[in-house]
């Protein structure tokens, strides 16, 4: 089994096509979206649907701060944030939101958890930047493996010597052996809104079997994104990021 | 941690495990147990190394099992041992690799002191291995004779890679500060104050073996203390040729940049580490090559403060990047120093140097022997001094500091094969050579030294061609008088 960890695509359809052809030409077979689906964006309806249809043939889908954000019209903290909450949830129909709202906040399968933010207390939206945040998030999961998203950058946590956690910057394409014996906690970075100062989307494969990760940079269109996103007269928030 | 809950036990003589066949185990360690091994119908003889990491053993082994599991295969070359398969770690661990035919340095080094020759060479080859792995983006972190291998045919290899560090895989050994045994002569200082991940580490344990060749002493002792561990923060040790005077004063400078206290004094590349010793004519001698004694009180109180006061957290990590400081070597024909293409050669070099003032230059120029019943070695002599000094002038514009230029002239009669086998000698990562001119015949690239070096060097080829000049017209001619 090969599993895509997709998180944080926040409504960017040209950045999630990118990432599913890439993961399908590398032969992944299920797949895992870590929250955030939309915001920011401009294409909400077609990633959920997108996203819908994975779902229904297995997919593992949880609920991150945006998509609860949406279903409830409120939760997010800066004013940006709550214009693209408002904006989305005008462009969406009522069963969409029932959806995101329907979404769980973590997923446990075996060895594996999948969480938008900390394992900790999920509905605090918690960032994992720290090994010390790292190891929190791994205690509460209690398994080997924990994935996330939440925090736009891709970073590998890993348990070293004596329980202390560790942080790794990974390499693109790098196939990393993730051994069963210890624990690690992979946050994907972000599918759609990358903020690296490269534009390349973000996510990452998992083989349980081989135990190995890889994390992966996607370059597609970035620029017909963004393009879309200040047509649609969302608010400009991607001065900070690598978008243009 | 999750504990381990498989015991390995000791494999006995004609065991199957998985694809290879058990024989008798030829070492055992701390760490584990050796088994020479059948299988797989390799062209090279194997070995299967077991963890030991029963209760009770080293931790380290399993830490030390997972990193060489993880970094064994990602390398390549012929300076590592070939990986060829990885057990479950959770059902039986264990790694199968080329068993390196050679002899173990450590064994080499009975006969220490030895001349400066041989410590040259025996150091030029382990330099070389060292570069090959740091090109890889890897450092080997646990560098002492009992780690390297040398070849037959005088090349080195580097074993045991239970303590490396690969830029591209998650450090299992990040904030510790454990060294495996017999490891502790050889560990440079910020290794001590838990640095890993620096190539110029290994180049300090490399300057180590060096000091332990030539002398037959380790310049920092055995320490057993902590305090003695931290010596080597501000401490100079006893300058070789104090020791043993046949120690040369290029060697000794080789030997004491790399044992340099802080890393950026040392040398920035093991390939300038090799390329010294195999051209100590070329080393520029500092104040370290005249040392007869250790540094002043003065100077090493000021060291002993700075070490004891100041750094109480670990030094920042400024690591060079991997591979940062190139060698470009430059064919210059001295032979023909009119030549046009000279100044579009001498354009292009100083082009690329001024990309970052970690490039070192290495000229080279390859002439034709004198007619034979010349006179001789007087006559060859002449030659080389002659030749030098055209190499030295066409350099000049360049101003560049010793430090990073180096002049060669190769007697050889087939040009394009003697620069490719001083390139692959000496670590070269660019050549620099002229195109053939474009007025030559046809057949002029098939037959011209650049396609012979293009064709067969180890490394990059930059060829510079000089763009044909439209033919002159003729000079008007006045209309005839009417």
Same mark, same amino acid.
């Given at each position: ?59 593992? &889908? ?6 609860? +954000? $949406? %279903?409830? #019209?409120? *939760?997010?903290?800066? /004013?940006?944030?709550?214009? @693209? ?92 052996? &993730? ?6 906690? +992979? $946050? %994907?970075? #972000?599918? *759609?809104?990358?903020? /690296?100062?490269?534009?390349? @989307? ?43 | ?482």
């Amino acid at each position: 089994m090969l599993l895509a960890l997709l998180s944080d695509i926040h409504a960017n359809l040209e950045a999630l096509e990118a990432c599913l052809a890439h993961a399908e030409a590398a032969g992944a077979t299920r797949h895992v979206f870590l929250g955030d689906l939309v915001g920011y964006g401009a294409d909400p309806a077609a990633v959920i649907g997108i996203i819908r249809r994975h779902a229904a043939r297995g997919a593992v &889908v949880v609920q991150g701060n945006h998509d609860a +954000a $949406v %279903a409830r #019209s409120s *939760g997010v903290s800066s /004013e940006g944030a709550l214009d @693209a909450v408002r904006w989305t949830r005008s462009v969406l129909d009522a069963e969409a939101i029932a959806w995101l709202a329907s979404l769980p906040l973590q997923a446990r399968e075996k060895d594996l958890f999948f969480v938008h933010a900390s394992a900790a207390v999920p509905q605090r939206w918690e960032y994992v930047d720290t090994p010390a945040l790292a190891k929190k998030s791994a205690e509460a999961a209690g398994v080997p493996w924990t994935f996330c998203g939440h925090v736009h950058r891709q970073t590998l946590f890993f348990e070293a010597t004596r329980g202390r956690m560790t942080a790794f910057n990974p390499v693109p394409g790098v196939s990393i052996p &993730v051994r069963k014996a210890r624990r690690w906690v +992979a $946050v %994907a970075g #972000s599918v *759609g809104q990358p903020r /690296e100062r490269n534009p390349a @989307a973000a996510y990452a494969l998992f083989d349980p079997g081989k135990e190995r990760l890889t994390f992966h940079r996607v370059p597609y269109d970035h620029l017909a994104a963004a393009r879309k996103v200040r047509a649609a007269g969302l608010p400009d928030l991607f001065r900070w990021s690598a978008w243009p | 941690m999750t504990p381990l809950s498989t015991a390995v036990e000791r494999l006995s003589p004609g065991e199957q495990v998985d694809d290879f066949l058990v024989w008798e185990p030829i070492h055992i360690g701390a760490q584990g147990i050796l088994y020479r091994v059948t299988g797989r119908n390799t062209p090279f003889p194997l070995l299967m190394k077991v963890p030991r990491f029963q209760t009770g053993e080293p931790a380290e082994s399993l830490l030390s099992y997972e990193t060489e599991a993880m970094i064994l295969p990602a390398l390549s070359g012929s300076h590592v041992p070939r990986f060829v398969a990885a057990g479950d770690l959770s059902r039986m661990p264990y790694l199968v690799l080329e068993q390196v035919q050679g002899r173990s340095l450590e064994s080499c080094l009975e006969e220490a002191p030895m001349p400066a020759g041989k410590v040259a060479a025996i150091g030029a080859a382990v330099a070389e291995a060292l570069h090959s792995l740091h090109r890889q983006e890897a450092v080997h972190c646990d560098l002492k004779p009992d780690n390297v291998i040398l070849r037959p045919d005088g090349e080195a290899v580097l074993i045991d890679f239970g303590f490396a560090w690969h830029a591209r895989f998650p450090d299992l050994f990040a904030e510790e500060e454990r060294f495996s045994a017999g490891s502790v002569p050889y560990l440079s200082p910020e290794q001590i104050l838990g640095v890993r991940g620096d190539p110029r580490s290994d180049i300090f344990s490399l300057g180590v073996i060096l000091y332990e060749m030539a002398t037959g002493e380790l310049p920092f002792g055995m320490p057993n203390s902590r305090g003695g561990l931290r010596q080597r923060l501000w401490d100079d040790p006893d300058p070789p040729s104090l020791l043993e005077p046949g120690v040369t004063p290029a060697l000794q400078e080789v030997i004491l940049r790399c044992l340099e206290p802080q890393a950026e004094n040392r040398y920035r590349s093991a390939a300038h580490v090799a390329f010294d010793l195999r051209n100590p004519q070329q080393v520029v001698l500092t104040e370290r090559a005249r040392r007869l004694r250790t540094g002043g009180l003065l100077t090493r109180g000021r060291r002993w403060w700075q070490a004891h006061v100041k750094p109480l957290a670990p030094p920042p990590q400024v690591k060079p990047a991997l591979h940062a400081a190139p060698v470009i070597m430059v064919a210059v024909d001295t032979t023909h120093a009119e030549d046009e293409r000279q100044p579009a050669i001498l354009q292009a070099t100083r082009n690329m140097l001024s990309l970052s003032d970690e490039y070192r230059l290495v000229c080279v120029s390859v002439v034709s022997a004198p007619p034979l019943g010349g006179s001789g070695a007087e006559g060859e002599s002449a030659l080389h001094v002659e030749h030098m000094t055209r190499l030295r002038s066409w350099t000049a514009p360049l101003g560049l500091p010793l430090q990073r230029l180096s002049l060669h002239v190769v007697v050889a009669g087939d040009a394009a094969s003697a620069l490719v086998e001083f390139a692959r000698r000496n670590q070269v990562d660019l050549i620099v050579l002229g195109a053939p001119r474009p007025r030559q015949q046809p057949l002029a690239w098939m037959r011209s030294v650049a396609s012979g070096v293009t064709a067969n060097a180890h490394c990059s080829v930059h060829v510079v061609r000089v763009p044909e000049r439209p033919p002159q017209p003729p000079d008007p001619v006045p209309p005839p008088p009417r």
